[in-house]
């Protein structure tokens, strides 16, 4: 099957590295990748700030897929195959240096995406990989051994041998993947910051606390709580906490209309009682300064404020003067203050989608659909989302490298694919 036809349906992460990865292992099949935008690798592009958070610093398969809430079983086992330290090395094997920041993420040490979108494409053209941009594909249908691929503005179909479906959360391409007989999971956004109505917070704006403890209550579901700094914005909250919280409970929130509770606990390392016990020594040491301007845990000055505001305690009421009312009051509210969710957040920092192919669909040895022979899955198109800090690029190519084994496999002169 030399010279085998070879159509990657959508140029982000997991396709692009899925054709390199394709035409790596052997190079005598003819891949194109059509992608509908004008650019490819548009979201690598915005990724990260603009920095592109291109990994994890996670090598070990087993706890890395604790950070997908949806995906991490199937991506068990491809995490053996190629996992974050593999992109690394792909990556540094062709002069990208990269760099991992206190928390595990890693980035270009350029700091710009614009490094690994270099490397990616003067890769695919030293493959002789064909790029199609302004290509939509708005029909697939197979007749016989092949794929016939119907793309915007272009009488002809092309015609495909193998094609991997790589098209992210479009909602074209999971229609081509149900028209072949898929089963698509209804996707909702993953990885987004809440809306709280509360002009007192949002005054506070530019507000991050580090670490608290935020607990996501919802009808009927066990409460989830996250680990992290939490952000105050000019529309409620964001931050790692936020973002981990809306991902876990992305499905429950969606059923309910993004409303619910945030409970956050400010200062996790310390119990309700020692936070009173703390409060009531200021009554006996500092008695005759201002509750508002004095507080005794470490706690930023404008949280401090928002708390004694929103307690009732006026501004010029002194330690001496604090009842036992209001103390309970302020412990509590810095042990569980509790805020009321309101809805999504607009701003798309790093937005991802729950759901979309289902995985049992999907043979995770090569990424071979199991309704559609012939045809591969790769990145978020598949019912697979991460939290932030790198994850979901990973799974991108992870799924886009072994897919591209998959797709060369069985094509004569094929090559097992080298990392270097
Ligand atoms: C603002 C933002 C920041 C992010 N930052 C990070 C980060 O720092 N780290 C991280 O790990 N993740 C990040 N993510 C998530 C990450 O970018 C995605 O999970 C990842 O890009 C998914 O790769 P993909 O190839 O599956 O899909 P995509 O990157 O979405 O690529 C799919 C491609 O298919 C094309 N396409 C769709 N339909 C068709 C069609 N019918 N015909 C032809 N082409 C089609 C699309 O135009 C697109 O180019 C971020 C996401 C956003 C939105």
Redesign the pocket.
Known sequence: MAGQRILV????????FGAIACATANPRVRVTI????AT?????R????G?????HHCFDPALLVRHYPRGGKALRGAFSRFQPQDMIAWFEARGVKLKTEADGRVFPVSDDSETIIDCLVQEATALGIRIRTR????EMVKVGNEFQVTVAQQSQPLVGDRVLL?????S??YR?AAQLGHTIIPPVPSLFTFQIDDSLLQERSGLSVQPVQATLKLPQQPPLTQTGAILVTHWGFSGPVVLKLSAWGARALAAQNYRGTLVVNWLPHRSLPQIQGELAACRTHTPKRAIANHCPLPLPRRLWSYWTTTVGIPAEQTWAHLSKKQLLALAEALHRGTFTIAGKGAF?????TCGGVALKEVDFKTMASRCCEGLFL????LDI??V?????????WTT?WIAGQGLAEGCTGASTATLS
């Open positions: 349906i959508g140029g982000g992460a997991a396709g692009f059509l992608e509908a935008g490819v690798l548009s979201k690598v915005i990724s990260g700030g920095r592109c958070n291109v990994t290509a939509a594909v708005k790589a098209t992210g959360s479009s074209q391409g081509l798309k920092e790093e937005f991802v790769a990145g978020e198109v989302d991460g932030t800090g790198g994850f979901n690029l990973q799974s991108a886009g």
